[in-house]
């Protein structure tokens, strides 16, 4: 059976998810436009667009964990935009060392799984 490598897995489901959660912080907390949000992002207007309006990056829920840690980015990206993708970075592996993102696994990429390090007790597969 094929399955979807854990990069996959970050670039379709959780990279999406966290330029979500940081494209409604930038609008709405630090009122910033959809353009500049996306200049920030490296998206376009319309991608922040879509977001918000559940049109896209609507299929996993961050954990409120992780939440935490888009806020705390939020707020650097705000102050200095060009630490965007390092913020994204630092996002991703709290996800990784929190196993935040095998919840994403095991909801679309079940049989990767017995194939990551994830410790398949906790996953409860």
């Known amino acids: ?7 996959e ?6 990279i999406p998810a966290i330029r979500k959660e940081l494209a409604r912080l930038l609008t709405k907390k630090y009122e910033l436009s959809y353009e500049k949000a996306g200049n920030i992002l490296g998206i376009s207007k319309a991608a922040i667009s879509q977001y918000l309006s559940n049109k896209r990056a609507n299929k996993i829920k961050l ?12 707020k650097i990206v705000f102050e200095n935009p060009k630490m965007a993708v390092t ?3 630092k996002i991703l592996k709290f996800m ?18 017995k194939y990551c390090n994830a410790d398949p007790k906790h996953m409860g597969a």
């Open 96 to 113: 990784k060392d929190s196993k935040s993102s095998c919840e994403v696994c095991k909801k679309y990429n079940k049989e990767v799984l």
């Open 9 to 14: 897995i970050e670039v379709w489901y959780i």
């Open 1 to 7: 059976m094929a399955y979807l490598l854990s990069q």
């Open 63 to 74: 954990s409120n964990e992780t939440k935490i840690e888009v806020e705390k980015s939020a």
């Open 87 to 89: 913020e994204m970075q």
